[in-house]
């Protein structure tokens, strides 16, 4: 079964039309059970008369220059996506012996065998992540074992992997990026709050206090007005101090919070001047704690910041090789043959510059084809597809024949023009293709001076003519 392995990637894609059953397999392969076929993701079966479009049919097998598979059924449906691949089973299928004849056959299948394993084992690896041959790495690396939620990333060392970061962490900041936004947008008063973290946690502490204040402040400003008047309310504080029970004993029982207050009076003027960012701030809080467990992944984002600007600006173009993904997949898997089409670039153009002879014969095919098969030429009569009348060139004997039904008969010319015929044949006209006479026919011969003369007349119409002979 010697057969010529191919420079040929063992493995092809289709996007099949609809209705579409015939599937080419361009490499070489020894059994039918040697190709695998796919639609999408589902393994088809193998079915010398396939019933259904999940069966399918191999011709080709163990022949160079591949075969081709056909689906039963009413064929694949619109875009469907046909995978056709060789898988050998890598093992050795003959043993040579230590003494005898030299078994070239079997030597040439065995090597043909071993070329096509190779051929596989390079399509696997083509699948395969790999360095780039010019990297300044030296890869020596062990898959860590697999945990579950967890991303694979080069450890801190630099030298090894490891499944470290939680997917939970990732997803949570992807789930909050709006806020991760907000915080980003209003970094400078986050920042201030930072900085004034231990005056918000007086005033924290002392909240309840500082509502007071806040709502009582109209009455504050009211006070401070009043001691630039001529005779301020304070004159009434001050009598108020008379009574058995005056209100002023009440703020001095208090006066701990005031002086709190009166000494972080700028702490809190910022804070009141943020006030809508240390609202916003509050609404996000268990954000902000999550983004702060997660430092290093946004630490992380923003080391790649400039491959990220990059891509922005050809999301357009990125989006466009995603939705045609199919075709250029399908592109890679016949680069073989586009190859061998640009190579035969000018006979393409050599035919299109006979276009109206291609369409000539193409619209009298029919007669092209008819032809063909009643005229033949060989060295030897034909002994098959024989049709009454079918023309034979017989290049041994150098004679044309015609088949009569049931044999083969040579056309051959006749060239005796004076033919011997006996005194009482009253036959007229052709015997056999030659003239002779009759009651109808008279032979005149004559010599006249050594010139011998033949006269053949008609002695009736059935013959209408004369001729003589010298």
Not at 208 to 230: H, M, P, Q, R
Not at 312 to 337: C, D, M
Not at 414 to 421: I, Q
Request: glycine residues 8%.
């Amino acid at each position: 079964m010697a057969i010529t392995i191919s420079d040929t990637e063992p493995r092809v894609q289709y996007t099949a039309t609809s209705g579409q059953t015939s599937f080419a397999v361009p490499f070489e392969f020894f059994t039918t059970a040697d190709i695998k076929v796919f639609n999408g993701t589902s393994q088809l079966t193998f079915n010398a008369s396939p019933s259904s479009a999940s069966q399918y049919s191999v011709s080709g097998a163990g022949v160079s220059g591949g075969g081709s598979i056909t689906l039963g059924g009413s064929g694949a449906t619109l875009n469907d996506v046909i995978t056709i691949f060789r898988d050998l089973a890598i093992a050795r299928s003959t043993d040579f012996p230590t003494s005898g004849a030299f078994q070239i056959s079997s030597l040439n299948d065995e090597l043909d065998k071993i070329i096509a394993m190779c051929q596989q084992l390079e399509r696997d690896l083509k699948f395969s992540p790999k360095a780039a041959a010019t990297t300044a790495n030296t890869f020596d690396i062990t898959f860590p074992n697999l945990a579950a939620n967890k991303v694979l990333s080069v450890n801190s060392s630099g030298n090894g992997l490891e499944f470290a970061q939680d997917i939970t962490d990732i997803t949570t900041i992807a789930g909050i990026a709006s806020d991760v936004t907000t915080v980003s947008g209003i970094a400078s008063n986050v920042t201030a709050v930072a900085g004034a973290v231990t005056n918000i946690n007086t005033v924290a502490t002392n909240i309840t206090n500082i509502n007071t204040v806040a709502t009582n402040i109209a009455d504050i400003v009211t006070v401070a007005n009043d001691l630039n008047e001529a005779v301020s309310e304070i004159e009434t504080v001050a009598s108020d101090l008379q009574e058995a029970t005056p209100e002023i004993d009440t703020v001095a029982g208090s006066i701990t919070n005031v002086n709190t207050v009166g000494n972080n009076i700028a702490n809190v003027n910022t804070v009141g001047g943020i006030s809508a960012n240390v609202t916003t701030v509050a609404g996000i809080s268990s954000n902000v704690t999550t983004v702060a467990g997660d430092s290093s992944d946004i630490q992380t984002v923003a080391g790649i910041s400039t491959e990220v600007g990059q891509v922005g600006p050809i999301a357009a173009n990125v989006t466009t090789v995603a939705g045609i993904s199919g075709n250029v997949t399908t592109v890679a898997g016949i680069s073989s043959n586009v190859t061998s089409v640009a190579g035969i670039a000018s006979d393409v153009t050599s035919v299109a510059g006979i276009a109206s002879n291609v369409t000539t014969v193409a619209s009298n095919i029919t007669d092209v084809n008819t032809f063909a098969n009643q005229y033949r030429i060989g060295s030897s009569d034909p002994s098959t597809s024989l049709d009454e009348g079918d023309l034979f060139y017989n290049s041994t004997s150098n004679e044309l024949k015609y088949y009569n039904g049931s044999a083969w008969v040579a056309i051959v010319a006749d060239t005796d023009v004076k033919t011997k015929v006996s005194a009482n044949d009253t036959t007229a006209g052709f015997l056999n293709g030659k003239l002779v006479a009759g009651t109808n026919v008279t032979f005149t011969e004559t010599n006249d001076g050594g010139n011998e003369t033949l006269s053949i007349a008609a002695t009736d119409n059935s013959i209408p003519f004369a001729i003589a002979l010298g």
